[in-house]
């Protein structure tokens, strides 16, 4: 805004130096509707400004949160996933190792274990069922092996030494078919 000169008493005809004090003591009105409206178009456009700003970054936070519980969700889903084919892997596996006369306790071992990739226990675990199907061939084998056949009722030919070789299952057969030996060579 510019000073109207023509307001200022004899203004033409002063040297410098008086127009230069005259002006310094000026004192205007000044036209503060102008002011006032460009003060208010300025407020307006910096509320404006921040109100944008603050519904970028309220539209920023909330896609920022939807893509956060998307990835919680297929995190959720993999992890499920992975879950249901590991234990599908585990049924599967267990059903074989029953198959091949596992008992269940050690099928099921054996079947997560193979699962897991745990070869370690997989190996320990077929070294166990091949010890008790060893085991169990043996007493078969004992069981159905018929006893000796002699005309002696004393059946002399199974000597003390072999007595005390025998296994607990021999001697109690040894027991019912010779009770008079049997207790003759325990009480020895």
């Known amino acids: 805004m510019k000073i109207d000169v023509s307001k200022i008493e004899g203004y033409a005809e002063m040297t410098p130096e008086q127009k230069l004090a005259a002006l310094e003591s000026y ?5 503060n509707t102008e002011t006032l409206k460009l003060k208010e178009a300025l ?45 599908k892997d585990v049924s599967k596996y267990q059903a074989e190792f029953l198959k091949n ?26 070294k166990t069922y091949t010890e008790e199907l060893d085991q169990k061939i043996r007493a078969d084998v004992l069981r159905n092996t018929p006893g000796p056949k002699g005309g002696n009722e004393n059946n002399a030919s199974v000597t003390l030494d072999q007595f ?25």
């Open 43 to 87: 407020n307006k456009a910096s509320h404006d400004v921040a109100e944008y700003k603050r519904q970028i970054k309220e539209k920023m936070s909330e896609q920022e949160r939807l893509e956060a519980e998307r990835q919680e969700k297929d995190a959720e889903k993999e992890a499920l996933l992975k879950s249901l084919l590991k234990e």
């Open 101 to 126: 006369g596992f008992n269940s306790d050690l099928a099921l071992k054996s079947a997560e274990a193979l699962a897991d990739g745990d070869y370690t226990t997989v190996f320990a675990n077929l």
């Open 27 to 31: 004192e205007y009105e000044a036209d």
């Open 164 to 188: 005390k070789k025998m296994g607990y299952t021999e001697r109690l057969e040894f027991r019912q078919k010779y009770p008079e030996l049997y207790s003759e060579y325990t009480k020895r």
